[in-house]
């Protein structure tokens, strides 16, 4: 017996506000699958989703394989003061780093929310280039994302496009497990 072939990205493409609406079942459902989230979570997250749309700089990206599948999403915005990352994760900078140097990662910067490849198009480069893409178009002075800590295949992928610690072991408010935060300036080389 052969292994089923793993499906081909065949296009990425920018999606609008409208077009991720669109297409948010599938979207949430390709999340659910590669962060082998319990079933129900999609519907818990599809609230959250949705008022992420509205931020400000909300950029989002996606791959589709040869039948039209959604492979792979990406999604990201301005983070600000009052959303609940910037204030967790200035608190955890301040905190340990102090002031100034919450100021330098956190005065502009585009918070890189959501990065999940459906895990049978894993290992070919498409979250790299998912996360080229969507960078690409922010106008940011830095990136910042958060990451349960690792090793995992997103670690390196962060390491090898230039990603340094911000925080690490760092505990936000309501999640039991320890995350990464990591940044770099922009553009990306
Ligand atoms: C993290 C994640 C998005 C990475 O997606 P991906 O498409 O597998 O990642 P990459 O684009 O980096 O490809 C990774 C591998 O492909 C290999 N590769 C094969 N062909 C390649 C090519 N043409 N170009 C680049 N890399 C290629 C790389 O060497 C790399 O190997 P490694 O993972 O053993 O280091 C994906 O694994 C995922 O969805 N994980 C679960 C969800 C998750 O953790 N999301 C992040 C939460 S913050």
Redesign the pocket.
Known sequence: MTAAPTPRVARFAELSADQLRGGLREALALYVT???YPKGTAEQRAPMWLAHMLRAGWRCVAAYDDDGAMA?IAYGYRGAPGQWWHEQVRRGVTERRGPDVADAWMADYFELT??????D??????????VRLLLSGAANRNVL????EGP???W??YR?LGFDDVLREYQFAGDPRPFGVLGRSLPLD
């Open positions: 590669a962060m082998d792979g959501e990065l999940h490849v459906r895990p198009t894993q290992g070919r480069g498409t979250g790299a280039e998912l994302l958060s990451t349960p995992s295949r997103a390196r992928l090898r």
